[in-house]
């Protein structure tokens, strides 16, 4: 009898202690491994026994529930361990892929398998508690229920719930950072026996995580078969998993370096939340997800990065040495392409590579998860992926140079470049752009002005290009606020403007465009956000730049037109006297000019000082005090977004105005050089009383309290005192807040 309990209690049913899912179904074999865990506890004590005392049989029947418990987790390890889910050699990946998305078949877990190895552990340690039982019960002359009792009391507090643990595990499906998760909970109990085997099975899960975290953060590669890991690949939504991942692979093959690197940098990877434990912080994932991916890029340099680099060490070599003659060649070119395979050594020294792993090793050894440890080595492993980063990028990539680069030409700090371009191309861009050959038409003055005014030192000009986008088609959203500022300053005065074909061609030519060529590894940088940025900021730039100079060389035409004029009738009377009338006439479209180009000029000079220099200034010190690559990112974030906020871009209030107002200067400018006719008066003046009310509304805007307490605040403080140093704009606008509130609109223009 007491044989045939010691058996029960390992797991081994027979006449006496019987399992009841076996018994019902007559088969007299023990459940197989793949049988679900068992929800009902079914070892019982066979029916027909007489011979037992009711006590006897109530002590007997707890005792042999241990023997269901170790059953039934001895059954989901033996499960959890089986590698038969790996197949034969002659199996293809496509057939296995396709055999793991059935949902028939059970996926396996890493981390199911891990924790398996701790149950094992654990069953090892109550199967020898067993034996001690028996070789007590044998040595013993009267053999008594209270040996077995004794022997086994603390498995009570440990078996059941580890039962249960099991079983919430199979009947969820957990498994990954859920499983740690669970585990992590559970071992906050007030049991220590029950606490330490749960921190057990915890470290084998943990021994996993730091396995996947070396792999991904000293090497860059992703290992995780299953889908466990809370990083992940992106993958299309609809597609499982595993099944996706030779196609991914397969697309991956065929990108080359430097596209794979930039699809892996930017989209490559995410954090995958179902999978991420609760004890790990956010914060924390974002830079194991950021260290692995700075490594990816640092261990898989591009083929031409790498050739230019050691080219360029060739090169310092060559001009150290003073080499001539080709007796010579041969070796250096030897050098050269052992030089090519040492790049991508010298971005991770292999010494840092080792302080990682050791770092990751420290925290694999510790028996117990010590949150605060585990985050200042997740820290310091990123900070040394992300100075490696900046030194290449920073350094070897001559990121200044390209910085300064888009300053000259997308900030238009080369302003000699863009006036030489403006005035070659004032012509063209008083016709409507010819959609077929806009872009072309557009390259002839951009190339003349380039020869003009750039240098062949200047090495950056290459990678700028023009560019017009279609217009008419796709219109960018400030064009299409432009277009309704337009309608409705033609709606508000009554008038029909007179000359659509100068609407066309401001609407075509503002979408006049810049794009700049980067090489890996700086796209990391320059994003194509990053860049469209630089292209609004540059849209914006120019056509105030086109607005200054057209009101400059109107002034410059009409006046000549009037010294020519008054010269050649300077003896002649009546002409004389038909002459000052019309200059009486004009003198106040003069002074409206004057105080157009007052307006730009000073927005001008905000921008490009107060703004531009300013926030390059504040770049250039963050630049030289970091050594750390997302900082640096995250401080040219910084430097476009105050460009964009302090330049009035993100205020749509505000930059329609000054939309309103440029177009109201160009089309004035190419009005008053057409003096002649009634028409042409009639138009200027509604000119004059819009261009009036615009700024008005643009002075009253950026005086209020809502923009006073924000970061523009200094700035724009600057730029109101330069346009009211007189105190002109603010009585101007209390007057026309007074006079054109009531909206007189036929009298007021008579009046004017």
């Avoid at 490594?295 to 080499?323: C, E, H, M, T, W």
């Avoid at 008419?472 to 500022?485: M, N």
Wanted: hydrophobic residues 40%; contains cysteine.
């Amino acid at each position: 009898m007491l044989h045939e309990l010691l058996l029960a209690l390992v797991g081994y049913t027979g006449d006496l202690i019987i399992d009841e899912r076996e018994h019902n179904k007559s088969l007299g074999i023990q459940l197989s491994p793949e049988a679900p865990i068992s929800d009902q506890r079914s070892f019982k004590l066979a029916s027909d026994i007489s011979f037992i005392d009711p006590s006897e049989r109530d002590l007997i029947e707890r005792l042999i529930t241990l023997g269901f418990y170790y059953r039934e987790l001895d059954r989901f390890a033996t499960k959890s361990r089986n590698l038969s889910w790996i197949g034969s050699a002659d199996v293809s990946p496509l057939e296995r892929a396709s055999e793991l998305s059935n949902p028939k078949t059970e996926k396996p877990s890493i981390y199911r398998r891990a924790i398996a190895n701790g149950l094992v552990e654990i069953l090892s340690v109550y199967r020898s508690a067993v034996l001690q039982i028996e070789q007590k019960l044998l040595s013993e002359t009267m053999p008594i229920l209270a040996t077995v009792t004794q022997g086994l009391n603390k498995f009570f507090v440990i078996l059941p719930p580890l039962y249960e643990l099991i079983l919430e595990i199979e009947r969820d499906d957990i498994r990954g950072g859920q499983l740690l998760n669970l585990l992590h909970k559970r071992c906050h109990c007030g049991v220590p026996e029950l606490q330490a085997c749960i921190q057990r099975l915890l470290w084998h899960g943990h021994q996993v995580l730091y396995n996947q975290l070396a792999s991904w953060m000293v090497y860059g590669i992703l290992q995780d078969q299953h889908g466990e890991f809370f990083i992940r690949r992106q993958e299309n939504r609809d597609v499982e998993y595993s099944s996706s991942i030779q196609d991914t692979s397969a697309k991956l093959a065929r990108l080359s370096t430097d596209d794979t690197s930039l699809t892996d940098w930017h989209l490559g990877f995410h954090i995958f939340l179902d999978m991420l434990p609760e004890h790990i912080h956010m914060r924390v994932a974002e830079s194991i997800l950021f260290a692995g991916k700075a490594i990816r890029v640092l261990r898989n340099p591009s083929p031409a990065f790498q050739f230019q680099d050691a080219l360029y060490n060739q090169q310092l070599k060559k001009g150290s040495q003073n080499v001539h003659g080709s007796a010579v060649r041969a070796p250096l070119q030897k050098e050269l392409f052992m030089d090519v395979r040492m790049v991508g050594e010298e971005l991770l020294p292999q010494s840092e590579a080792d302080k990682i792993e050791n770092m990751l090793q420290d925290l694999k050894e510790s028996s117990e998860f010590h949150k605060r440890s585990f985050e200042c080595s997740v820290d310091s492993i990123r900070a040394i992926a992300a100075s490696h980063l900046w030194q290449l990028v920073v350094v070897r990539a001559d990121l200044n140079g390209h910085l300064k680069a888009l300053k000259d030409y997308f900030l238009l700090a080369k302003g000699d470049f863009f006036q030489c371009f403006l005035e070659e191309s004032r012509q063209l861009m008083r016709l409507p752009p010819r959609q077929s050959t806009a872009e072309a038409d557009l390259m002839v003055p951009f190339q003349l002005a380039a020869i003009k005014t750039i240098s062949e030192e200047d090495k950056y000009f290459s990678r700028v290009s023009l560019r017009m986008p279609s217009f008419g088609i796709t219109v960018k959203s400030s064009q299409v606020d432009f277009s309704k500022t337009k309608t409705y300053t033609g709606g508000s005065s009554g008038a029909l403007l007179s000359s659509t074909s100068l609407e066309t061609s401001l609407d075509g030519w503002d979408g006049t465009a810049l794009e700049y060529s980067v090489d890996w590894p700086l796209q990391l940088f320059f994003t194509q956000e990053v860049l469209s940025k630089y292209r609004r900021v540059f849209q914006y730039l120019l056509r105030l730049k086109r607005t200054q100079m057209e009101l400059e060389k109107s002034w410059a035409s009409v006046m000549h037109q009037d010294h020519t004029d008054f010269a050649k009738h300077r003896n002649d009377r009546m002409n004389c006297s038909i002459s000052q009338p019309r200059r009486q006439r004009f003198r106040p479209m003069w002074r409206v000019r004057e105080h157009m180009a007052f307006l730009i000029r000073n927005l001008q000079f905000y921008i490009q000082v107060d703004v531009i220099e300013s926030q390059w200034n504040v770049l250039q010190s963050h630049i030289q005090d970091s050594h750390d690559f997302t900082e640096l990112v995250g401080f040219h974030q910084e430097y476009l977004s105050a460009l964009i906020s302090q330049s009035f871009l993100d205020i749509g209030s505000v930059s329609r105005i000054l939309d309103s107002i440029m177009t109201l200067c160009l089309q004035f400018c190419w009005n008053i050089e057409n003096q002649e006719s009634s028409q042409n008066t009639l138009e200027l003046e509604r000119l004059t009383e819009e261009f009036n009310k615009k700024s008005n509304s643009l002075y009253t805007i950026l005086r209020s309290s809502r923009l006073a307490g924000s970061q523009r605040a200094p700035f724009l403080r600057r730029f109101l005192l330069r346009m009211n140093f007189n105190s002109f704009f603010e009585a101007t606008a209390r007057g026309v807040l007074n006079v054109v509130r009531p909206r007189p609109s036929h009298p007021v223009l008579n009046q004017q």
